[in-house]
């Protein structure tokens, strides 16, 4: 699901890729310390003025991205166990 709302946000072009933390390789507390699947999103930093000016002023973009990566994933996942 990571990678997915990964895509989706990278189609909106809006700050720097920093790409996906494997949390195996970079444990994050929050994440793996989860009795349930868990991601971290971080849509930007708001000490950027660019990031925190478009969180502002396009976050109906960002969730529509974080909504329709979400939606493709479960999606993917449907059509793989059917085959």
């Known amino acids: 699901m990571a990678e997915?709302?990964?895509a989706q946000l990278k189609l909106l072009?809006?700050?720097q890729d920093r790409?996906?933390?494997?949390?195996?390789e970079t444990p994050l507390y929050v994440v793996s310390n989860n009795s349930i699947p868990a991601l971290l999103?971080?849509?930007g930093f708001i000490t950027d003025?660019?990031?925190?000016?478009?969180?502002v002023n396009n976050g109906d973009d960002l969730a529509?991205?974080?909504a329709n990566g979400i939606m493709n994933s479960i999606e993917a996942e449907e059509i793989s166990?059917?085959?």
Request: glycine residues 4%; proline residues 0%.
């Open 19 to 24: 790409g996906l933390v494997d949390t195996n």
């Open 13 to 15: 072009n809006y700050a």
């Open 41 to 43: 999103l971080e849509v």
């Open 4 to 6: 997915s709302i990964h």
């Open 49 to 55: 003025t660019n990031d925190f000016n478009y969180m």
């Open 81 to 83: 166990e059917e085959v």
């Open 64 to 66: 529509q991205a974080i």
